[in-house]
């Protein structure tokens, strides 16, 4: 079976950071996505981790490691806009099969 | 910019009948999927197709069928709706033979079962 867990809700100021931790237990591993859904909205793809270590992309970050089914993507600068729901999500060795933890709701304060 | 499209944003129907929710993509993806959304469960997936005419059960196939006669068309259907099956209904669609293969999904289709 798998298990992605996540925090439901999470709350920040504008200009702050805020970091969305995201554990796995899955049969099967080939890397880890983070996706963005405003309400209302499609989610729209952030990040893909497959080797440990942090990846950065302009103010959004993604960590994974591997050993410990772990990964976080950490939100710099927060601005109001990044308020949002942020999904986790892992693919397992063969094909595109997407499993999706809870979604983490962050709200950003003024 | 890939551009997947749903035929309807809201759909209110009545337990029993037959519903078909239709998905298209404009860029030529081998994959396409669908999910559906609830609070505190997050995206699971019903069903997937790597091909035309090809498909296979997701995680909750249960009451779902699917269909995929054109490359760019996926269509899911609920065969006899029940209200249990009123939920946000996502399609998404990938490569298959990209470093990333992430998926792009379509604005989705909040259906509603009475």
């Known amino acids: 079976g798998q298990n992605i867990d996540q925090p439901t809700e999470m709350t920040a100021t504008e200009g702050a950071i805020v970091q969305i931790n995201c554990t796995y237990q899955?049969?099967?591993?080939?890397?880890l996505f983070w996706y963005q859904q405003h309400a209302g909205e499609a989610p729209t793809f952030l990040s893909y981790?497959?080797?440990?270590g942090l990846e950065e992309k302009g103010r959004f970050s993604s960590f994974l490691s591997r050993s410990k089914g772990y990964s976080y993507l950490l939100l710099k600068e927060l601005q109001m806009k990044d308020s949002a729901s942020y999904l986790c999500a892992v693919t397992k060795a063969a094909g595109n099969k997407l499993t999706f933890g809870g979604g983490t709701r962050v709200l950003v304060k003024p | 910019d890939v551009k997947v499209t749903q035929s309807s944003r809201y759909l209110v129907k009545r337990t029993g009948e037959k519903v078909f929710l239709e998905c298209v993509q404009d860029?030529?993806?081998?994959?396409m999927f669908w999910y559906r959304q609830d609070p505190g469960l997050g995206l699971r997936l019903i069903y997937f197709?790597?091909?035309?005419?090809?498909?296979e059960k997701g995680d909750i196939p249960e009451g779902y069928s699917v269909s995929r006669e054109k490359k760019e068309r996926f269509s899911l259907i609920l065969e006899s709706a029940s209200t249990n099956q009123t939920s946000m209904y996502l399609c998404?669609?990938?490569?298959?033979?990209?470093?990333?293969?992430?998926?792009?999904f379509g604005p989705g289709t909040r259906l509603t079962v009475l």
């Open positions: 197709s790597y091909d035309v005419k090809m498909k």
């Open positions: 899955t049969s099967g591993f080939n890397g």
């Open positions: 860029m030529d993806h081998e994959n």
């Open positions: 981790n497959v080797l440990d």
């Open positions: 998404a669609s990938s490569f298959d033979d990209r470093r990333i293969n992430e998926q792009f």
